[in-house]
């Protein structure tokens, strides 16, 4: 059973893994309101102690100790570590926040949902574009959409080498794909290479769904300049999404009059303010703790991400070896 925290004023929070991303998750804690970090731990130690002295809290030796003086924790481990850490916070009866992805194979991640099922645990994956001004201000317009055009890409920064692109940068897109369509896919073309480390470095996907809306997506982190764009046409408009500038590009149709017959097409040009996308994320995690609600992305949506890329990587290696076979 989920540790009782409906009526608690404040709300203890701890953080497993505290590199590049898992240290930001342990800053946002420590600035809400009603939020107490209780500590960090990571399996490097000099790390842990890092980022503990900066946030002035404790670096915990010991995993079991953090969780036992815990509410809620994210999980920000490399992913082959997600499964482990995760199922062991959901039996002591924790909610918990998983970075993407949420795990590494679906057995893994149903295995995850269910144990949140019946601890009653709030189980939210960090797939924070969602958060994006520039998807949630747009995202009540986005009507059945015909085509979709994704570009992720980034220099190469020597992390999550454990993972490939796919895991790595595409499932924001993936997951934001599944939630404009919410159509099942019928076939998936891709193909991807390994520039600099062993895994995929970069990838060219094409997803086609039963509601006859195609998508795609190209995602590589070893490009010079990075972009985050996703193109949507639909019958009557189209959007193009900046992620990285927090702005978006709107053409829309207008129906002609008697005195002007031919259709109108008016374009705004929309900014807004920079957002904290993390921040957001954990707060709607909070949120969701707090008031016992599903959080906006849940491990159901964790999951169909991670299944998409999973089918992705498969189509990927089939394709690899048929290199290796010419």
Known sequence: ???????????????????????????????????????????????????????????????DELLSQ?????????????????????????????EKPITTTEAEAETLIKLAQEHKCILQVGLLERFNPAFTKTRK?????????????????????????????MIHDLDLIH????????SIDAVGVPVISS??????????FESGAVANLTASRVSLNPERRIRIFQPDSYFSLDFGNFSATVCK??????????????????????SDNLLLEIEDFIDAVRHR?????????????????????EKIQEQQHTWKDV
Do not use: W
Not at 180 to 186: A, D, F, G, Q, Y
Not at 254 to 261: D, F
């Open 293 to 313: 609600r599903k959080p906006i992305i849940s491990g159901d949506e964790g999951l169909l991400a991670l299944a998409t890329a999973i089918q992705i990587k």
């Open 253 to 274: 149709r207008e129906e002609g009059s008697y005195l002007e017959p031919l259709p109108k097409i008016t374009t705004k040009e929309l900014t807004f303010p920079k």
């Open 1 to 63: 059973m989920s540790k009782k925290i409906e009526n608690l004023k404040t709300i203890k929070a701890g953080v497993i893994g505290v590199g590049h991303l898992g240290a930001y998750h342990a800053d946002k804690y420590a600035q809400l309101d009603h939020v107490e970090l209780i500590g960090v731990y990571d399996l490097d130690r000099n790390r842990a102690l890092e980022i503990a002295k900066k946030l002035s809290v404790p670096a915990f030796d010991d995993l």
């Open 141 to 169: 317009f986005l009507h059945n959409p015909r085509f979709i055009e994704v570009h992720r890409l980034s220099p190469f920064s020597f992390r999550s080498v454990d993972i490939d692109v796919i895991l790595d940068l």
């Open 199 to 208: 895994q995929t470095d970069i990838a060219n996907v094409r997803l086609h």
């Open 179 to 186: 939630e404009i369509i919410r159509s099942p896919i019928t």
């Open 70 to 98: 815990c509410h809620v924790v994210s999980i920000s481990a490399p992913t082959s570590a997600h499964f482990e850490l995760a199922q062991k916070a959901l039996l002591q009866g924790l909610d918990i926040l998983v």
